[in-house]
């Protein structure tokens, strides 16, 4: 299993980061082209956050233990089985 982050929810507020044991994520600004691709709620959520969100940067690393899921307030996180 490996984390996703749904941009269009994520608000940046780091929780994730700070519960993971293995540093899977990381605080960063979202770029041109993925701020294009946000919906409208999204692209306000991401100006009101100072274009923060947190960014999966070890997928490999995680172990799908759930912590991350429980710390959101946004929801903005799910685990999917790696691809293949």
Not at 11 to 37: A, H, L, N, T, W
Request: aromatic residues 6%.
């Amino acid at each position: 299993m490996i984390p996703v982050i749904n941009q269009n929810k994520c608000e940046g507020k780091g929780d994730c980061i700070r519960v993971c044991p293995y540093d899977v994520f990381e605080m960063g600004e979202i770029s041109k082209e993925e701020k294009s691709q946000l919906s409208f709620k999204g692209k306000i959520k991401a100006w009101v956050h100072g274009g923060k969100q947190a960014f999966v940067i070890k997928a490999e690393a995680c172990l799908a233990c759930g912590l991350c899921l429980d710390a959101c307030p946004e929801s903005a996180l799910s685990l999917q089985l790696k691809p293949d």
